[in-house]
């Protein structure tokens, strides 16, 4: 019976937690030399991004993917404009690309915001990195704690950029509801 142990009291899952990586906005426009670069997001990140992959049971990356005209060019630049290559993925295609920002009128920080596609995320634990911290992924974890109150959620910190230079563990958006762990700690 692989994943379960017998007891005197019948039999228990052994099963190891599965765990799910969202990888948020890492997109050409968002990296050094793009539209709206993140300081650290180079391609010696990018690398660390890749790095990691192999250790969850499933990946889901969000990109933003906004038309010509977009709410978001009042307060940012440009950036992530359907078709152009700075839309692209800086990284890989994975088994899930949830993309987010594409109507013109509305800004779209998190693909998971209203509860969306939480239906996808098969791990029992949640692990977030990407572009950008104070935004993107902030918003991405705020919705993942709001709509999936059951799932364990890590922040990776060295895999998180921020626009205004901020580090996750420095500071805490969260309350202490996520955990704040480095890449190194997934080995």
Request: charged content about 20%; some cysteine.
């Amino acid at each position: 019976m692989l994943g379960h142990l017998a007891t005197r009291h019948g039999f228990y899952d052994t099963t190891p937690m599965k765990k799910t990586l969202i990888i948020v906005d890492v997109q050409y426009d968002f990296l050094e030399g793009g539209a709206l670069p993140v300081a650290g997001a180079d391609a010696a990140y990018v690398s660390a991004v890749e790095r990691i992959r192999p250790f969850f049971h499933q990946e889901i990356l969000t990109a933003d993917n906004h038309p010509q005209e977009h709410v978001s060019f009042g307060t940012f630049p440009p950036h992530c404009i359907a078709g152009t290559h700075g839309a692209e993925l800086a990284i890989e295609p994975g088994q899930t690309i949830l993309l987010k920002g594409e109507s013109p009128d509305a800004d779209e920080f998190s693909a998971f915001g209203g509860g969306k596609n939480c239906s996808k995320i098969i791990g029992d634990e949640v692990y977030v990195i990407g572009l950008a911290g104070d935004y993107c992924v902030k918003q991405t974890l705020s919705d993942l704690l709001e709509f999936l109150p059951g799932k364990k959620l890590f922040a990776v910190t060295d895999l998180i950029k921020s626009v205004d230079g901020s580090e996750y563990g420095e500071i805490d958006y969260f309350s202490e509801k996520v955990h704040f762990i480095t890449s190194a700690d997934l080995f």
